[in-house]
């Protein structure tokens, strides 16, 4: 049996895993890397890859400039959580804001740390990423629309870093974070709709707070539109190989998605299309495999070039 200070430490952690959203920052860490071996470096083979101290390092840096990311916007959203979230802003209140702080700084100093054993472009860009993250959290996530813009670019800076280091600039890869790009900033649109109460408790200037819920939606079906644009080159124009079926039946799921969202009237409601446009974007983490399914059936990429 666990006593008092056990039970009270194991508390802390969980606080701590709620805080910088654990189970989100993997999935990335996922994604970079297979995003290294099937697209930014497919000439490349994957075990050297897998086995690149400089590209593992750039891995756990995003890693933890993520993690520290979401400390200090949990910071700044401590108020707005506890109207928006109660139930996780009571966990995530079991570790001080004092304490948050010297976590925060602790990891920027060894992200810094880490990324100069690989060089002073890494130092500028992971520098560059942090003060990002903070300025966001700070001050641009109240501005109207800058703030889902700068969100979704945030969420997808990590990639670019991948992008610098294996210097492979096709236009296939930037369809893919287009595409990326558009189901982050819908998300992000749909997150103000789901706080849109804790927005207007604390002065967010977002879209439903000042425009209502109906203009927001508007813009969020163009957007959901939009993404066909990208879709339609990655299918018809790039070779993606066999992660097409991906995208039409992502295509599909963002049709019942606009369905849904023009029904849409609770903070429930607005939940479940969350969950719906998660669900497509980490889909389309393990669905990078297809691009070169070969991989997988006989592993040849994995120990030798053919």
Request: net charge positive; aromatic share 18%; hydrophobic share 55%.
């Amino acid at each position: 049996m666990l006593n008092r200070k056990s039970k009270f430490f194991l508390k802390k952690i969980l606080s701590f895993f709620s805080v910088i959203r654990g189970y989100n920052i993997w999935v990335i860490a996922l994604a970079q890397y297979l995003s290294a071996i099937f697209i930014l470096a497919p000439e490349e083979r994957a075990l050297d890859i897998l086995l690149d101290w400089k590209m593992f390092l750039i891995v756990l840096a995003s890693f933890l400039t993520i993690a520290s990311g979401y400390i200090i916007n949990n910071f700044y959203d401590a108020k707005k959580d506890l109207i928006n979230r109660p139930k996780k802003a009571m966990i995530d209140r079991l570790v001080s804001q004092s304490t948050k702080l010297k976590v925060y700084f602790t990891i920027n100093f060894l992200v810094v740390t880490l990324v100069s054993f690989i060089s002073w472009k890494a130092v500028l860009f992971f520098s560059s990423y942090i003060f990002l993250i903070w300025y966001y959290s700070h001050r641009i996530k109240k501005i109207l629309l800058i703030g889902n813009l700068t969100a979704a670019i945030l969420a997808i800076l990590p990639f670019f870093g991948i992008l610098m280091y294996y210097k492979n600039f096709y236009n296939v890869i930037f369809a893919h974070a287009t595409f990326l790009f558009f189901l982050i900033f819908i998300r992000e649109l749909i997150k103000d709709l789901e706080n849109i109460e804790g927005d207007l408790v604390n002065e967010y200037k977002t879209i439903p707070v000042l425009f209502g819920e109906k203009i927001a939606k508007i813009i969020i079906s163009i957007i959901t539109v939009s993404t066909i644009i990208p879709v339609y080159f990655l299918i018809d124009v790039y070779d993606v190989g066999y992660m097409d079926i991906y995208f039409y039946i992502s295509l599909i799921m963002l049709i019942f998605f606009l369905l849904k969202l023009w029904k849409s009237k609770q903070k429930t409601d607005y939940l479940k299309l969350h969950f719906l446009l998660k669900f497509i974007i980490v889909s389309g983490v393990f669905c990078i495999i297809l691009i070169d399914p070969i991989v997988l059936i006989h592993g040849k990429k994995l120990i030798s070039s053919y």
